[in-house]
């Protein structure tokens, strides 16, 4: 079955950066694109980027554009998100999701999600 | 970017009603448009995309219609399990966005 495994919850300081893992399972995993969402606490979805684990291409919202950054280690089938430059408004849930596919830009599977509080 | 507007934002309805929500786009997405359901939690879950397609394994209770800037997601009989929040997602421009979500709690 597929699954995509997130890492724990984190806690930095503004100016720090993060780094969220996310690993997957039950498919192959450089076939289907990953994306990027976080959700601040009683706040709605907001879309961050995207990546093709098997070219290793991606794209970011220009509102993340020079902190985010997206890779993957295709051996262990691991994406990875990285933000830098961390202030309070980026405390969020973060969310790795898998691409239907076909150039169908929804989410079928999604990680169970890794909070990140951005606090001094 | 693309806004997507959802009304209502939040209501109360009882097992067995039909519910609607609505989406608007802030311009032409021809068909391109996703519903998922959130409970409290939890990961978001996939309902239906191309505006009116069911995602497996989801049931047909749901069904989406519309096309252009108006969409609608109907729940034709609401079941205990259905009580959570409601976002759609358009994927015609990059880059993705998503309605505000609508909460759908119990009278």
């Known amino acids: 079955q597929v699954q995509l495994v997130q890492s724990g919850a984190e806690v930095r300081k503004p100016g720090a950066s993060v780094k969220v893992s996310c690993k997957a399972s039950g498919y192959t995993f450089t076939n289907y694109d990953i994306n990027w969402v976080r959700q601040a606490t009683g706040q709605g979805l907001e879309w961050m980027g995207w990546m093709n684990p098997n070219s290793g291409n991606t794209g970011y919202a220009q509102k993340f554009q020079g902190r985010l950054t997206i890779t993957r280690n295709t051996s262990i089938t691991t994406a990875y998100m990285e933000l830098s430059s961390l202030r309070s408004e980026d405390t969020a849930v973060y969310y790795c999701a898998r691409v239907l596919g076909g150039q169908v830009w929804v989410f079928d599977y999604w990680g169970q999600g890794s909070l990140v509080t951005v606090s001094s | 970017a693309i806004r997507m507007t959802q009304s209502p934002s939040s209501f109360s309805a009882s097992t067995g009603d039909r519910v609607t929500i609505t989406c608007r786009a802030s311009?032409?997405?021809?068909?391109?448009l996703a519903w998922y359901q959130q409970k409290p939690g939890k990961a978001p879950k996939l309902l239906i995309y191309a505006a009116s397609t069911l995602q497996s394994g989801v049931p047909s209770r749901f069904s989406g219609s519309g096309s252009g800037t108006d969409f609608t997601l109907t729940i034709s009989c609401l079941q205990s399990e259905d009580f959570a929040t409601y976002y759609c997602q358009q994927y015609y421009g990059y880059p993705w966005t998503f309605g505000q979500g609508t909460k759908v709690e119990i009278k």
């Open positions: 311009q032409d997405i021809n068909s391109y």
